[in-house]
């Protein structure tokens, strides 16, 4: 019988008692929850696209297991509106039921079964220790390697895995101690997660991703990661083509925050309020941040106490290639070059950035030809890292390349 694409979907009550359904809600599978409708309802991607409100592109990626997670809570609720779960379904999700008074199913095995599953989760949880914690926070910094050289497509999986586990640690934890350290770490690794979206141009994913860094950050009362991610979310605001807002944030966050930042803290966040600065077109703004971020950047590579900022006098003059390329500077191309020469090869879509930022400072100078074989490592190290924010701004450059050179 032929169903209209409006029609509501009709899943059988008896499919929610089956335990692999009850899996796939308790993990918030939502590819397994679309999946059942394709097979008790015969329900299409459209049809479900019209019954939950997301876009029949985004089904079709969570079908293939190939969208990110699904993190908001009103997304979940329409989904399981739009799908009738019925009260015990619901729950199983992490929603409230429609009728508290009555929930559906056996109550009393419901209740019992979610106690038992409470208790095992806090049990799990109380087995942290600061051990345990240091050793969730190397999984986070080797991920933040593996990212820096892959790219965040090749370790996708593992970095849903340990967004999960911290998580459920940090919501399950009861002592304040280790609470703090666990918030400490969520914020981190959303960010990083936050950062990785935004390179696959997932902006909503990463908007949500720093909404939920923030949160723990204020958990973890730390000053300062709650302004580092706070500034990177401002990068969403760029990609979204809002630099006035992101150079209004970034300029926010670090008037609130003052001096009581550590330095190379304020390094970045000047550096980062120059790039928005120069994305809006902004030179006076863009310079002065520059020279800000240049005064403050303190000795050395790293900051043990802030693992997720790398930044130095290479990386700043990366930076400032990248802001000063859009003024026509002529410096630009030796800031570029000197950044090039310090890179050690770990920071393999950094690099890609640097070349494609010297490819238009060349191309400005009137050398097509000097820039062509930058344009062509930069689009090797965008496609390795899986960066389609990168790959977007390199294949403008190299079409503008190649009608300076005629082809």
């Known amino acids: 019988m032929h169903r209209d694409a409006f029609d509501p979907i009709h899943i059988p009550a008896p499919v929610w008692d089956r335990d692999e359904s009850r899996i796939i809600l308790r993990n918030r599978d939502i590819s397994g929850l ?23 592109p985004r089904i079709s990626s969570i ?6 997670p699904i993190t908001d809570l009103t997304v979940f609720e329409r989904i399981a509106t739009g799908l009738g779960l019925p009260d015990h379904a619901r729950m199983l999700l992490g929603l ?42 190397t999984d986070t910094n080797n991920l933040r390697l593996l990212d820096r050289r892959l790219g965040g497509v090749a370790i996708a999986d ?11 640690a940090h919501s399950h934890a009861v002592r304040p101690g280790i609470r703090a350290q666990l918030a400490h770490l969520l914020a981190e690794t959303a ?72 330095a190379r803290l304020r390094t970045w966040l000047s550096a980062a309020e120059a790039e928005a600065a120069a994305v809006l077109g902004d030179e006076t703004t863009c310079r002065r941040a520059l020279d800000e971020a ?62 494609c930022d010297l490819g238009h400072a060349l191309l400005a100078a009137g050398q097509a030809d000097a820039a062509q074989p930058h344009v062509h490592r930069a689009q090797q190290l965008a496609t390795m890292t899986g960066s389609r924010r990168q790959r977007r701004r390199i294949n403008e450059l190299a079409a503008a390349v190649n009608r300076a050179l005629g082809r």
């Not at 409230?96 to 095995?109: F, Q, R």
Request: proline share 5%; aromatic share 4%.
């Open 34 to 56: 679309f999946k059942i409708a394709v097979k008790h309802a015969g329900a299409s991607q459209v049809r479900i696209s019209a019954a939950t409100g997301l876009s029949q």
């Open 191 to 262: 960010s990083l997660a936050g950062w990785q979206a935004i390179n696959s141009l997932a902006l909503n994913d990463a908007w949500n991703h720093y909404e939920r860094a923030k949160a723990a950050a204020a958990q973890a009362e730390d000053p300062a990661v709650l302004a580092y991610v706070s500034g990177e979310q401002a990068y969403v605001l760029m990609e979204l083509g809002r630099p006035g807002e992101a150079t209004e944030l970034l300029q926010h966050v670090h008037a609130v925050n003052g001096g009581h930042l550590p």
């Open 63 to 68: 079908l293939r297991g190939q969208a990110g």
């Open 96 to 137: 409230a039921p429609l009728d508290i008074a009555s929930p559906t199913g056996d109550v009393d095995d419901e209740h019992q079964e979610q106690s038992a599953e409470l208790i095992a989760r806090l049990d799990a949880s109380a087995a942290i220790d600061p051990t345990m914690v240091m050793i969730l926070s």
């Open 158 to 168: 593992k970095m849903r895995a340990q967004m999960s586990q911290i998580e459920r």
């Open 294 to 355: 240049a005064s403050t950047l303190p000795a050395g590579d790293l900051d043990p106490d802030m693992p997720y900022l790398s930044i130095n006098s290479h990386h700043l003059g990366r930076w400032r290639g990248n802001c000063l390329v859009r003024f026509g500077d002529p410096g630009t191309v030796e800031d570029l070059r000197s950044a090039l020469a310090g890179m050690d090869g770990t920071y393999n879509r950094a690099e890609s950035g640097v070349r």
